[in-house]
């Protein structure tokens, strides 16, 4: 059973910023890849930002230049800075986590359940 958990989303006024945490828990033997998404009401569900494990990272055209991708894999952890916040940001935002359970596993994707992010003065 893997689970991953966010968290730092909340209401924060245009301008502002957030740091967004992932934690996976549970039979994690390696992680490929960790990645936010964000699914605004109404729209699809967006890649918002990934990093692999050689660290190499990819954004949304939209929020590059304002978020940040990191990760500290050896604590399966993995991070979103977002500053110079819009109100075009507001979503929920998830985490999602390319992984293998066993050495001797497929990679498969886990989802976390999710946090809000609102900006809005």
């Known amino acids: 059973q893997v689970r991953l958990e966010e968290s730092g989303g909340g209401l924060v006024q245009p301008g502002g910023s957030l740091r967004l945490s992932c934690v996976g828990s549970?039979?994690?033997?390696?992680?490929?890849?960790m990645a936010w998404y964000r699914q605004a009401p109404g729209k699809q569900r967006e890649l918002v930002a990934n990093?692999?494990?050689?660290?190499?990272?990819s954004y949304a055209d939209s929020v590059k230049g304002r978020f940040t991708i990191s990760r500290d894999f050896a604590k399966n952890r993995v991070y979103l800075q977002m500053n110079s916040l819009k109100p075009e940001d507001t979503a929920v935002y998830l985490c999602?986590?390319?992984?293998?359970?066993?050495?001797?596993?497929?990679?498969?994707?886990?989802w976390g359940q999710g946090t809000q992010v609102t900006v809005s003065s």
């Open positions: 549970g039979r994690i033997f390696s992680i490929n890849a």
């Open positions: 990093i692999n494990s050689s660290g190499r990272t």
């Open positions: 999602n986590a390319a992984l293998r359970t066993y050495y001797y596993t497929a990679t498969a994707d886990y």
